[in-house]
């Protein structure tokens, strides 16, 4: 089993400031993907990354896969109310675990007014 | 609208009782997943469908029972489950995977199920 650790488990903050969560694990991946889940919704697929030290930006979100495709880590500038989610990362498994994702337990982020 | 529909959204059942959930994906996708979620726990793969056929079976008991008639449709049969069953039950949809880089899955909004 890949395990992937996400940190921190909450994040309660005021609107405008900025954040960053983490996703770790001791597994190289093929790929690492970020996605949110709103209440009462599924998961959404925010970005993948593929490069080890690869940065994708999403408007105020930004991406970064680890030089040895094992961690990655989400900033957020400026959180908004509408940020409000459990922020998921799935690594993506190589040679016989190809096509697997593996997800991390997720970041529950609230940002307030 | 995600594209892949999951009914019912809510269903409380007894241990006794058979039920049945449904997923569909409007996506022309090849794959389609079930997965588990609990509170504090990872999201769990439940099993795999590449082109009806089914791929992975993750040691889920056998009071789960999936069905794939096509590309389009999946079912969840349920009987005889336990209380600790309660989850949400998540639908997703991808392209069959070929090379590097996983395809992203599109989830459904997921059936939340209360077994009492």
């Known amino acids: 089993t890949q395990l992937l650790e996400q940190s921190p488990q909450f994040l309660s903050i005021q609107e405008g400031e900025n954040l960053t969560v983490y996703c770790n694990s001791s597994?190289?991946?093929?790929?690492l993907q970020w996605y949110r889940q709103e209440p009462g919704e599924g998961p959404v697929l925010l970005v993948t990354v593929v490069t080890g030290g690869e940065v994708k930006k999403l408007k105020r979100l930004t991406f970064q896969f680890g030089d040895a495709r094992k961690d990655s880590s989400l900033h957020i500038t400026a959180a908004q109310p509408g940020d409000t989610g459990l922020y998921l990362c799935?690594?993506?498994?190589?040679?016989?675990?190809?096509?697997?994702?593996?997800f991390g337990r997720g970041t529950q982020l609230t940002v307030w007014p | 609208e995600t594209g892949v529909t999951q009914t019912p959204r809510h269903l409380v059942m007894g241990m006794t009782n058979k039920k049945s959930l449904k997923c569909e994906q409007h996506l022309g996708h090849n794959a389609m997943y079930w997965y588990k979620q609990s509170a504090k726990k990872p999201l769990e793969l439940m099993f795999v469908?590449?082109?009806?056929?089914?791929?992975e079976n993750n040691s889920v008991p056998s009071r789960f029972s999936p069905e794939c008639p096509n590309s389009s449709h999946l079912f969840l049969h349920l009987h005889t489950l336990q209380p600790e069953d309660s989850a949400l039950y998540l639908c997703?949809?991808?392209?069959?995977?070929?090379?590097?880089?996983?395809?992203?899955?599109?989830f459904g909004n997921g059936t939340r199920l209360t077994v009492t």
């Open positions: 799935a690594g993506g498994g190589r040679g016989s675990t190809l096509g697997r994702l593996y």
């Open positions: 469908y590449n082109f009806k056929e089914q791929t």
């Open positions: 997703a949809s991808s392209q069959v995977q070929t090379g590097l880089g996983n395809s992203p899955l599109h």
């Open positions: 597994s190289v991946f093929s790929s």
